[in-house]
T-cell receptor
Framework: KAGVTQTPRYLIKTRGQQVTLSCSPISGHRSVSWYQQTPGQGLQFLFEYFSETQRNKGNFPGRFSGRQFSNSRSEMNVSTLELGDSALYLC????????????FGQGTRLTVV | AQSVTQLDSQVPVFEEAPVELRCNYSSSVSVYLFWYVQYPNQGLQLLLKYLSGSTLVKGINGFEAEFNKSQTSFHLRKPSVHISDTAEYFCAVRILTGGGNKLTFGTGTQLKVEL
């Protein structure tokens, strides 16, 4: 069974640009969550999508958005990039049953210069 | 809201020595508890989880954790560590109902195993 796949693994963008990150969950998982990891703030929840609908949202500005497709693949977009957006972005997929756990991808390392 | 506290940001330990990584949580509702490990430039890997039942939970790589409801703690232990256990460890909680799959993480503990 393939794991969670995130693409690309590394990205370098310039301030003011926008970026789109992709996540393919484990087959059969309909829940996809996104997290931002930085040395200063640790792991912060961005949002969760389930069956193409945003189910939960963290405390991030509107520049951070996401979506989920009918095949459960998810994308997150960051517009008007700031230096502080430099981080490791992690995607997690879950089977959405009560006793399940989240499975994480290897992440996308975004560097904003 | 839930919160997770990992008091130790770094824990140095010699190989083959025992180790305990501390985790305390705060929540007004019942939660599931997890420990994840992260190796450099990697995602998170689940070590173990507490959902219900026995308060002593065994995980992968010889790790175990004990859920203590009265002290709201979920400390991670290993009786004898190996060099390969050097990594960052995260404690996390998820509420039982109404929160979807949102995880709230602690700030992490860097375990450094030395020869």
């Amino acid at each position: 069974k393939a794991g969670v796949t995130q693409t690309p693994r590394y990205l370098i963008k310039t301030r003011g640009q926008q970026v789109t990150l992709s996540c393919s969950p484990i087959s059969g998982h309909r829940s996809v969550s996104w997290y931002q990891q930085t040395p200063g703030q640790g792991l912060q929840f961005l949002f969760e999508y389930f069956s193409e609908t945003q189910r939960n949202k963290g405390n991030f500005p509107g520049r951070f958005s996401g979506r989920q497709f009918s095949n459960s693949r998810s994308e997150m977009n960051v517009s008007t990039l700031e230096l502080g957006d430099s981080a490791l972005y992690l995607c997690a997929s879950s089977a959405d049953t009560p006793n399940t756990e989240a499975f994480f991808g290897q992440g996308t390392r975004l560097t904003v210069v | 809201a839930q919160s997770v506290t990992q008091l130790d940001s770094q824990v140095p330990v010699f190989e083959e020595a025992p180790v305990e990584l501390r985790c305390n949580y705060s929540s007004s509702v019942s939660v599931y508890l997890f420990w994840y490990v992260q190796y450099p430039n990697q995602g998170l890997q689940l070590l173990l989880k507490y959902l219900s039942g026995s308060t002593l939970v065994k995980g992968i790589n010889g790790f175990e954790a004990e859920f203590n409801k009265s002290q709201t703690s979920f400390h991670l232990r290993k009786p004898s560590v190996h060099i390969s256990d050097t990594a960052e460890y995260f404690c996390a909680v998820r509420i039982l109902t109404g929160g979807g799959n949102k995880l709230t993480f602690g700030t992490g503990t860097q375990l450094k195993v030395e020869l």
